[in-house]
């Protein structure tokens, strides 16, 4: 399966665009989604899986935006991710992509052995309220996705040094971005 973990530095900075952008642009992978969130939702805790390609909430965003299966993890502790995802992993056999959303979640967590794998961070609003759990995570992100007016030469350590892909406004992806995700995981076909 190939794995795609999408961080971001805080609430309204564009993962689920982005990852919906993504999952749109790449129709020859067969997605399944997991937006993994601290907070309980009204589904309650734990794995809940979303049927409805109509629904507001980000799970049903990425059904609309061609996800087999979508999941939420919602309102559990960080020892308890991981479980929840190979959990929900395990029912989408189907599925030959994954899509995780989450600041708390590396991808070597949910990458089995010789899967490719890429993880990338969407940087947006001010740095000064950036999500804590943006800047420990920071150092696994693979790319940078800079949105609603962040620009290079703003970023610190430990965002320097990593491939960088400007988003105009309204925007959620650019070529260069969808190549670069298809190259880290379909490498053979990019």
Known sequence: ?????????????????????????????????????PHEHDTGRGLWEDLDFHSEKDTGRYLAAGTRRAFLISGVEDSQVAELLLEARGRSSQCDALLVESNRVAAGVVVNLGEPAVSIAVLAGAEAEWKDSLWESAGMADALVLANGVSQEELTSPFVQKPVFGLAAGQWSVPELVRFVRARLLPIKA
């Open 1 to 37: 399966m190939a794995v795609l973990v999408i961080a971001g530095s805080g609430r309204g900075a564009g993962k689920t665009a982005v990852g919906c952008a993504l999952i749109a642009a790449l129709p020859e992978l067969s997605w399944m989604a997991v937006k993994v969130s």
